[in-house]
C-alpha cells in the first residue's frame, strides 16, 4: 500500500520503474541474443577434434575447463570449452558437475567440434543454450514487466491545501 498508495504513482518510482523496465530489456535481450547464438551454432559445420588438457578451475566457483585442437580446411585451431557448465548453484554442486562433466571428456578422447563458418577459430563443443541464458532472458521479462506494469499506472496528482 506504500509503495503504490490509493492506485497512482509518484514521479520518481515511475522514473525507478522505468529505468528497471530499461534494465530488464538489455538483460532480456542479452539473455535472448545468447539463446539465439545457440540456436545458430546448431547449424555451424562439424570437425572431429580431440581433447587436449581437461580440468577443474577455480577456487569457490568451480568450473570444468577442457581445451580442444581441431583443423579447419588445414588450418590447426584450439578452443577452451566451460561445457555449459552453470555458475550457479552451491560451491559443492559446482564441484560435483564440474568433476562429472571433465571425467566425460579425457585427455586424447576425441570429440566433433562445431565451428562458426566465418571465423573457424571460433568452436564450441556443447550446442545447446546455457541454463544463464534462460535466467537472463526469464529475469529480464520479470523486470521489464514489472518496470513497465508501474510506470504505466497514473500518476499521483498534487494536492495543495
Known amino acids: 500500500a506504500w509503495l503504490i498508495g490509493d492506485g497512482h504513482l509518484s514521479r520518481r518510482l515511475r522514473a ?9 530489456l538489455a538483460v ?5 541474443d545468447q539463446l539465439v547464438e545457440s540456436w545458430e551454432r546448431r547449424n555451424w559445420p562439424q570437425v572431429e577434434g580431440m581433447v ?6 577455480g577456487e569457490r566457483n568451480y568450473r570444468p ?3 580442444i585442437a581441431y583443423a579447419v580446411a588445414g588450418v590447426r585451431y584450439a578452443t577452451v570449452s ?3 557448465a552453470t555458475g550457479f548453484g552451491s560451491k559443492r554442486s559446482r564441484y ?3 568433476k562429472h562433466l571433465i571425467a566425460e571428456y579425457p585427455p586424447g578422447r576425441e570429440v566433433m567440434v562445431r565451428y562458426d563458418p ?3 577459430g571460433r568452436a564450441v563443443l556443447v550446442v545447446r543454450p546455457s541454463f544463464q541464458s534462460f535466467v537472463l532472458a526469464a529475469v529480464g521479462v520479470l523486470l521489464l514487466a514489472g518496470g513497465g506494469g508501474l510506470a504505466s499506472m497514473p500518476p499521483r496528482s498534487v494536492t495543495r491545501e
Open 28 to 32: 532480456g535481450l542479452l539473455g535472448a
Open 65 to 67: 575447463e577442457v581445451q
Open 96 to 98: 560435483d558437475v564440474a
Open 82 to 84: 566451460n561445457l555449459g
Open 16 to 24: 525507478l520503474a522505468l529505468v528497471g523496465g530499461a534494465a530488464g
Open 118 to 120: 566465418s571465423d573457424p
Open 52 to 57: 587436449v588438457r581437461s580440468e577443474l578451475v
